[in-house]
T-cell receptor, first 114, second 113 residues
Framework: DQQVKQNSPSLSVQEGRISILNCDYT??????FLWYKKYPAEGPTFLIS?????DKNEDGRFTVFLNKSAKHLSLHIVPSQPGDSAVYFC?????????????FGTGTRLKVLA | NAGVTQTPKFQVLKTGQSMTLQCAQD?????MSWYRQDPGMGLRLIHY???????DQGEVPNGYNVSRSTTEDFPLRLLSAAPSQTSVYFC????????????FGEGSRLTVL
């Protein structure tokens, strides 16, 4: 039962255009959402996060939008650059009784075409 | 500036063998976790820990054991390896429970024949 889903396995975008990566979740108890970027043969690296009490967070070219009623979040990259080509994972954290865990999605491979 | 260190980076096992993947972090993080990455499956949580002496199961814990005797180390044990455990394993640690970023190691590629 995948609690965090990324329904698009891959996405191609022209350099300079906007990349939009989507993520859906099922657990309404998630209280923090994060995006990670992963290059081949490396560990994932943190990009941006958002608390469940907010609907938008921006950091440079990266903006994350959260729609709690739809249980949907998206990552916008503007403008897209060839170095952004990587696999992107969304993740969510949930906590009970003083412990937390982070659940990741299946990933979307972004290819930015020069 | 080590961060999260995983060893070994590559390992080949035969079915039924046991082994331990090591993970160490030098950031004094309370939270540590293990994930496996498989094609089309993303990163799936195996086990996690919120501090020394405390561990819990994630999404796919079967076939794996963990312990957390120190803040720094979080080894993952495969008691009897199976071909289904062929995967890339990532260790991650985090300092702020639930709201902070996770820092990942470079991964350990395991092949079980």
């Amino acid at each position: 039962d995948q609690q965090v889903k990324q329904n698009s396995p891959s996405l191609s975008v022209q350099e300079g255009r906007i990349s939009i990566l989507n993520c859906d979740y099922t657990n309404s108890m998630f209280d923090y959402f994060l995006w990670y970027k992963k290059y081949p043969a490396e560990g994932p690296t943190f990009l941006i996060s958002i608390s469940s009490i907010k609907d938008k967070n921006e950091d440079g070219r990266f903006t994350v939008f959260l729609n709690k009623s739809a249980k949907h979040l998206s990552l916008h990259i503007v403008p897209s650059q060839p170095g952004d080509s990587a696999v992107y994972f969304c993740a969510a954290s949930v906590g009970t009784s003083g412990t937390y865990k982070y659940i990741f999605g299946t990933g979307t491979r972004l290819k930015v075409l020069a | 500036n080590a961060g999260v260190t995983q060893t070994p980076k590559f390992q080949v096992l035969k079915t039924g063998q046991s082994m331990t993947l090591q993970c160490a972090q030098d950031m004094n993080h309370e939270y540590m976790s293990w994930y496996r990455q498989d094609p089309g499956m993303g990163l799936r949580l195996i086990h996690y820990s919120v501090g020394a002496g405390i561990t819990d199961q994630g999404e796919v814990p079967n076939g794996y054991n963990v312990s957390r005797s120190t803040t720094e180390d979080f080894p993952l044990r495969l008691l009897s390896a199976a071909p289904s455990q062929t995967s890339v394993y990532f260790c991650a640690s985090g300092g702020t429970l639930g709201t902070g970023e996770l820092f990942f190691g470079e991964g350990s590629r395991l092949t079980v024949l």
